[in-house]
């Protein structure tokens, strides 16, 4: 099984971005890939999840209208997209399969003028 991520991204404040995570190695749809980020001396927060079989999603309060999790099932990839980004978003986000010890790599997003 592996989780592979997009690479570092740097932005502005204001200014979106999108993570993306391809999967391979089990049956891609029958598993939630779940979000979490960390930020500089900060404990891991999680995100929200999606259900790559039909695309549903699930967003912790905290990131309510602001983040949105996509699917294409024709690539095994999910993606993260991040909106209105401010300093406070600077981190490493991680995408996993839920319920089992399988992690991506990590992306660095940096959001700094």
């Known amino acids: 099984v592996q989780l592979v991520q997009s690479g570092a991204e740097l932005r502005n404040p204001g200014a979106s971005v999108k993570v993306s995570c391809k999967a391979s190695?089990?049956?891609?749809?029958?598993?939630?890939i779940e979000w979490v980020r960390q930020a500089p001396g900060q404990g891991l927060e999680w995100m929200g999840r999606?259900?790559?079989?039909?695309?549903?999603?699930a967003y912790a309060q905290k990131f309510q209208g602001r983040v949105a999790f996509t699917v294409d099932t024709s690539r095994s990839t999910v993606y993260v997209e991040l909106k209105s980004l401010r300093s406070e978003d600077t981190a490493v986000y991680y995408c996993?399969?839920?319920?089992?010890?399988?992690w991506g790599q990590g992306t660095q997003v940096t959001v700094s003028s």
């Open positions: 190695g089990y049956t891609f749809t029958s598993y939630y």
């Open positions: 996993y399969r839920g319920g089992f010890g399988d």
């Open positions: 999606i259900d790559p079989e039909d695309g549903g999603t």
